[in-house]
């Protein structure tokens, strides 16, 4: 699964979705609680994932997101400096029988990383 995630101390995230035009998988709010936990959000969050898929490969996951921010590259490079944002593409790979997929970060990704001032993150969980 591949997520793309908009971090920010405060903004509304209907905003992103609005300047954006598609929904997120999810969001939250700074200050709610965490569950049933005596646990509350330290930042406000909007965020799009791909779903887990089964792939030999992480970019067939990373290109499905890259292909969705496209055309909304310059909106995002607005809303990043407008509302102080942090952007994070991240990766959860879940192994199963050792079978590990390619984990490697093509050039297109990096470029729009590098464009959206974008970080990585890679989770791996051996099942």
């Known amino acids: 699964m591949v997520e793309f995630i908009i971090t920010g101390d405060h903004f509304e995230p209907s905003l992103i ?8 998988t999810g969001w939250y709010v700074k200050g709610e ?4 936990k ?10 799009w994932d791909t779903g887990y898929q089964e792939s030999y490969d ?3 996951q990373l290109n499905e997101v890259l292909l969705l921010l496209e055309p909304h590259i ?6 990043k400096i407008k509302h102080h944002l942090n952007f994070l593409f991240s990766f959860s790979i879940r192994v199963l029988d050792n079978e590990t997929p390619a984990i490697t970060i093509e050039q ?3 470029h729009t990383a590098y464009e959206l001032n974008a ?9």
């Open 17 to 24: 979705t609005e300047r954006l035009g598609f929904n997120p």
């Open 33 to 36: 609680k965490v569950g049933h």
């Open 38 to 47: 005596e646990l509350y959000r330290k930042e406000t969050c909007w965020f």
């Open 58 to 60: 992480i970019n067939h």
């Open 74 to 79: 310059e909106t995002l490079k607005t809303l």
């Open 108 to 110: 297109k990704a990096i």
């Open 119 to 127: 970080e990585f993150d890679l989770d791996l969980y051996i099942m």
